[in-house]
């Protein structure tokens, strides 16, 4: 066992930090690197915007569902771990990721910082549907109001509460765990800046991160790290 993930098992208030690098061994891709979503699409920010959600509703709909959606993906160790973590009280989960993973492997104190695309409502009630009968169409079938995921877009604000929640859980934490991100996409980076003071801050990432602060980066597949963590 490393001196990091003894760092992980000893911990009594983890805050992992986590992005898309935790969701690739399960299948789904990533965002910026290599191979990753943005990768051929020019204008992937915007597809992915409220602009274009509002401009092309139809356009906006069939980029989503073509490349957004991964109902078949399961949970890989890391998710389990983390939630494992959870379950025992010990940790708490903020992650960049919208795919459902961490609800499928039964986090607790999850907060999912740019929301779910598997929670849907319509825009014209506000009644929620299940994502099956959105892949089915993007139209509500009661009243025909537009369907969409509950998740942040650009040029969308973060829900207040998810901010809150995140803030509560560093102020707790005595270990920071960032996993699968560049850490570089705001203002999910900045919550950091609002950890407890005494708190140690663990990355766990293929490429090295650049932090402005003391932390101890592990240059690892962050399924080989968790593998051989016991919770």
């Known amino acids: 066992m490393t001196t990091a993930q003894e760092m992980v098992q000893t911990a009594q208030h983890i805050v992992f930090m986590t992005g898309a690098g935790v969701s690739t061994p399960s299948g789904i891709p990533d965002y910026r690197s290599k191979g990753g979503l943005y990768t051929g699409h020019q204008h992937a920010e915007y597809y992915l915007s409220h602009a274009y959600l509002e401009s092309d509703p139809k356009g906006f709909y069939h980029y989503l569902k073509e490349n957004l ?38 986090a607790k104190n999850l907060v999912e910082f740019h929301g779910n695309l598997y929670q849907i409502y319509c825009t014209e009630c506000g009644q929620e549907v299940s994502f099956q009968d959105y892949l089915r169409s993007p139209y509500h079938s009661t009243d025909q109001g537009y369907l969409r995921p509950k998740v942040v877009l650009y040029d969308e604000g ?53 932090l402005p602060f003391e932390f101890e980066m592990v240059q690892q597949n962050a399924v080989d790290f968790f593998e051989g963590v016991t919770v």
């Open 69 to 106: 959606y991964y109902p078949n993906a399961k949970p890989n160790v890391i998710h389990q771990k983390m939630a494992a973590l959870t379950q025992q009280g010990r940790a708490g989960i903020i992650t960049q990721n919208i795919d459902n993973l961490y609800q499928v492997a039964g």
């Open 158 to 210: 973060i829900a207040q509460k998810n901010v809150d929640r995140s803030l509560a859980l560093l102020r707790q934490a005595d270990l920071v765990v960032i996993c699968g991100t560049s850490f570089r996409v705001y203002p999910f980076a900045g919550l950091i800046d609002y950890r407890r003071s005494a708190a140690k801050v663990l990355a766990i990432n293929e490429e090295p991160l650049q």
